[in-house]
């Protein structure tokens, strides 16, 4: 099994920055595929970003030029960099993990608990 978890969230005023981190442990070897998704009061969960074993990233348009995802595989540790932050960024941020290489993430095989990020105006 593969355990996911998340820190970093927390409150910032809007134009701010934060980035949060998610710690694998557990079977990481199985791990190919990461990403964050985010959901908001009364929405769905959503896809943020992915990031492959090989590298290749995606970003949803909502957060593209503002956030970044990367990996550190030494560390078993994905990141978000989060600037420019925005009131409507407000949500429940959740680490995702994959079993396969290039995977769209659209099914995770594993969550993390999530961690909430709230942006005031």
């Known amino acids: 099994q593969v355990q996911l978890v998340e820190s970093g969230g927390g409150l910032v005023q809007a134009g701010g920055s934060l980035r949060l981190s998610c710690a694998a442990s557990?079977?990481?070897?199985?791990?190919?595929?990461m990403g964050w998704y985010r959901q908001a009061p009364g929405k769905e969960r959503v896809l943020v970003a992915r990031?492959?074993?090989?590298?290749?990233?995606y970003h949803a348009d909502s957060v593209k030029d503002r956030f970044t995802i990367s990996r550190d595989n030494a560390k078993n540790t994905l990141y978000l960099q989060m600037n420019s932050l925005k009131p409507e960024d407000t949500a429940i941020y959740y680490c995702?993990?994959?079993?396969?290489?290039?995977?769209?993430?659209?099914?995770?095989?594993?969550w993390g608990q999530g961690t909430q990020v709230t942006v005031s105006s």
């Open positions: 995702a993990a994959s079993r396969i290489y290039s995977d769209t993430l659209t099914n995770p095989h594993y």
């Open positions: 990031i492959s074993a090989g590298g290749s990233t």
């Open positions: 557990g079977s990481i070897f199985s791990i190919r595929t």
